[in-house]
Each structure stands twice: as structure tokens, then as C-alpha cells.
């Protein structure tokens, strides 16, 4: 089987939807030397090599439109003439038109398999720019339309896919996604240590990693800090990691309105190798997001474990389990009061650190690979 991949969003300084591109082509690579795999990318990767793949980079790509061209007329044509099998969209987004060259020529049409991770957009279109509101709901319904098979990472996900899109149930497979092997517990003190220095990092920390936009929910996680009591908060800090997403500034100006000073930090985006050491030197990891298709952090942060409190909506219950504490992200209160009861418990801590570690081993890259390749299959022989 000819396989093709659209590595678009594996780029440098990749978060979410970007991360699991690069990891699923990893992993399927990593199991996988029956079938060719064509892979399109728009910036090299940093080994990124197999004997079965052929990596090739799309020209020009920065130029307005070239999205949607590239998508449209140059894809299908590269497809149609390297007679490909199946392509797969790990980020949303299927041709729009139909494939007029492979008509046209008499071949066969490949198959599509897509990775439709959340619809926060429909659900939530107040955290969406307009913008970004408009590209999900066409593209995200273009592809619930198209698609031979869609590949959703929770339950969640698939309940809020076959209500909004009336897909028919047969067509959507869950496959929870996996985390890196570097997320572990770090026992080496040099290694933290450069990394407490890089970062400035202080001694006690609430820690939250994610892109900064409204529907993570960070100005509510900063006022529940800022509801603590002093005998509570005592010298912890919380800090934020993560390049700016939209409405940044006015996420910035609400949080400066707390007068919490350094109390609360903004680090900005944190380079992928420095993540295992920066969540090992949290003492709690807080992720209140409205929202989440999977959720990459609490995971990662229970890998290494450290203590997750996070939201009790969408996927989170069925990726943390009993082994995080989940509150109401909108109860404020009761989120302050969580997150209080974690700081000042060190047992609890420990207890979930456990649990965590555990709970993050059913989350392998090998089982997500495997059962991706099963859904490449599962398609190729209808």
C-alpha cells in the first residue's frame, strides 16, 4: 500500500495538533516497512528517516493561498501519478474539490483517513477569532463528509462529531493518543538545575503548559491562585509556558489586573526538549481548559509524576481517570479550593504522582500506531 501523509503542521515550535502529526509519523514508521509513505512537509525534521519513506517538501508554501492550491490541484495530481492508496490528514483538513485529474484519467480515487481532534469551534466559537471560527466549521464539515474513515482521540470527541455532523457512527474510530518516552521522572539534579537557570525558575510552582488563548481557561486558573490564602500560596508562583495564541493581550491585561506581580510568571514557549525537566520541577500541574479533543499536558505532566488538577470536561475523564483531581472550569471557587488542598498535602501529591505514572503507560505510541495502521488497512480493502 502507497501511503501519504500531510506533515504540514509538523513545523518548529509545534504544539498539539503539530505533536501528534510528528509522533503518529514516528510511530507508524517505527512499526511499519510493508507499505511506502509519502510525506509532505513544509520545513525539514529532524531525523526523520526510514527506507520506506519519501519525504517531500512543498515549494513556496508561504505565499498567500498556497494552502488551498497546494490542497486542491497540486496534491491530487501528485497522488493520482504516484498511484497512491490512501491519504492521511492528521490535522483536519481534506481537499475541498474533487479529484478532476484522477477523473479525468481514469484512476483510482485514494482513500482518506482524517484526525478531526476537538470541534471547540462550534462548541465554543467566544474562545475562536472569526477567522479561525469559519476555517473549522468548513473544513472540519468538508472532511466529516469526505472521509473514508475519521480518527477522533476520545470519546468525547466522536459524541460532539456524530452530533454536529450527523456522521454515521461505523465511520469514526477512537485512538487515543500517546506521549513521548522522555516524560519521566528526573532524578538528575545537573539536569534540572540548568533548566531551573534557563527558565529562572523558583523553588515552588504551579505549573501550566499550553498555548495562551481563552479557551484554556488561564484567566480563571489565575484567579483561583489569586482567591488562595496567603498560608496557602506561601511562596509559590505560578507560571505560564506557551507561545501567544489569540486574545493574548487581553488574557495579559486581566491577569495584571489580580496585582500579583511575580507571583504570576509568563515564560513563553519552552523548547520541547526542556518539557520533562520543567514539569519535574513543578510541585502541582493545573490545566482548567473549557475544552480539550485529548489534552497533551496533564498526561505528560502525570508521566513525570506530578500531580494534575484539570477540568472535568470533554475528554478529561477518560484520559486522567482517578488519577488527577478534575474540577468545574467555570466554579472558580472550587477550583481555588482543589488546588489549595493539593499544595498544602503532601501525601495527596504523592498518591497521585503514583497514579499518574501508571495511568500514562496505557498511552503508548507503539498501541496508537497499530491501531492507526489497522484503521490504513481496515480502508485500503473495502
Not at 488574557?251 to 504570576?264: C, D, F, K, S
Not at 481517570?321 to 467555570?330: E, K, R
Request: charged share 25%.
Amino acid at each position: 500500500m502507497r501511503i501519504a501523509i500531510d506533515g504540514r503542521t509538523i513545523v518548529s515550535g509545534r504544539t498539539g495538533v503539530g505533536v501528534y502529526a510528528e509522533r503518529i509519523v514516528r510511530s507508524l514508521l517505527g512499526i511499519d516497512r510493508a507499505n511506502e509513505y509519502f510525506l509532505f512537509l513544509v520545513e525539514p525534521v529532524k531525523d526523520l528517516h526510514a527506507p520506506n519513506l519519501n519525504t517531500i517538501f512543498i515549494e513556496g508554501y508561504d505565499r498567500i493561498g498556497r494552502n488551498r492550491f497546494w490542497e486542491n490541484f497540486l496534491l491530487p495530481r501528485f497522488m493520482a501519478s504516484h498511484s497512491v492508496d490512501l491519504f492521511f490528514a492528521p490535522a483536519y483538513a481534506l481537499p475541498v474539490l474533487p479529484f478532476v485529474y484522477a477523473k479525468r484519467n481514469r484512476l483510482k480515487r485514494p482513500r482518506f483517513v482524517v484526525t478531526i481532534h476537538d470541534l471547540i469551534g462550534l462548541l465554543h466559537p467566544e474562545t475562536f477569532t472569526r477567522k479561525m471560527y469559519f476555517w473549522q466549521k468548513i473544513f472540519v464539515a468538508n472532511a466529516a463528509r469526505r472521509a473514508d474513515k475519521i480518527i477522533t482521540a476520545s470519546e468525547a470527541t466522536k459524541t460532539d462529531l456524530l452530533e454536529l455532523h450527523a456522521v454515521n457512527e461505523e465511520r469514526v474510530t477512537v485512538i487515543y493518543h500517546s506521549i513521548d518516552e522522555d516524560f519521566v521522572p528526573i532524578n538528575d539534579r545537573r539536569r534540572l538545575s540548568t533548566t531551573q537557570a534557563k527558565y529562572g525558575l523558583p523553588e515552588k510552582a504551579v505549573l501550566y503548559v499550553g498555548t495562551i488563548e481563552p479557551r484554556k481557561n488561564i484567566v480563571g486558573l489565575a484567579k483561583a491562585f489569586a482567591m488562595l490564602t496567603a498560608e496557602e500560596r506561601s511562596d509559590f508562583t505560578l507560571i505560564i509556558a506557551g507561545r501567544p495564541g489569540w486574545y493574548v493581550e487581553s488574557i495579559h491585561e486581566e491577569i495584571g489586573r489580580l496585582q500579583l506581580g511575580r507571583r504570576i510568571r509568563f515564560l513563553g514557549y519552552v523548547d520541547r526538549q526542556d518539557l520533562p525537566a520543567l514539569y519535574n520541577l513543578s510541585t502541582v500541574f493545573a490545566y482548567p481548559s473549557l475544552y480539550e479533543g485529548f489534552g497533551f499536558p496533564p498526561l505528560e505532566a502525570m508521566s513525570c509524576g506530578i500531580p494534575v488538577l484539570c477540568s472535568n470536561t470533554s475528554s478529561f475523564p477518560e484520559v486522567v481517570g482517578d488519577a488527577a483531581i478534575m474540577v468545574d472550569p467555570h466554579d472558580l471557587g472550587g477550583m481555588s479550593k482543589q488546588l489549595g488542598r493539593l499544595l498544602s498535602d503532601a501525601s495527596l501529591r504523592n498518591e497521585l504522582g503514583r497514579k499518574g505514572i501508571a495511568r500514562s503507560r496505557q498511552f503508548s505510541a507503539q498501541k496508537t500506531a497499530q491501531a492507526t495502521l489497522r484503521v490504513f488497512q481496515e480502508v485500503a480493502d473495502r
